[in-house]
């Protein structure tokens, strides 16, 4: 059963960068889609962005241009860059990995979270 592990979340001031890390506990994450959301305080848990099994990824408007995704299937590690971040960005994000069945889409297998607080 795989396991996703987060790190990489901190405090940084506006117009700073982060990077996340999600670790798989074994070599078979690297043939699923891995999602990123996150979830502020009060609000709902939004999808951030994606990357599919072979490094193609995609990103919300929100953060399109200053967010960036990657994977290293090497060393069971996805990635997330986190650039000119703004106060709104301030969450909780999570990794998930990506199922589908019957063309529905779900995540099943979930983080713990890190907290990026933007001041």
């Known amino acids: 059963h795989v396991q996703l592990v987060e790190s990489g979340g901190g405090s940084v001031q506006a117009g700073g960068s982060l990077r996340l890390s999600c670790a798989a506990s074994d070599s078979t994450y690297s043939r699923y889609c891995i999602g990123w959301f996150r979830q502020a305080l009060g609000r709902e848990r939004e999808g951030v962005g994606g990357?599919?099994?072979?490094?193609?990824?995609s990103y919300a408007d929100s953060v399109k241009g200053r967010f960036t995704g990657s994977r290293d299937n090497a060393k069971n590690t996805l990635n997330l860059e986190l650039n000119s971040l703004e106060i709104q960005d301030t969450a909780t994000y999570y990794c998930?990995?990506?199922?589908?069945?019957?063309?529905?889409?779900?995540?099943?297998?979930w983080g713990q979270g890190t907290q990026v607080t933007v001041s």
């Open positions: 998930a990995r990506q199922r589908t069945n019957g063309g529905s889409r779900y995540f099943d297998v």
């Open positions: 990357i599919d099994s072979d490094g193609v990824t």
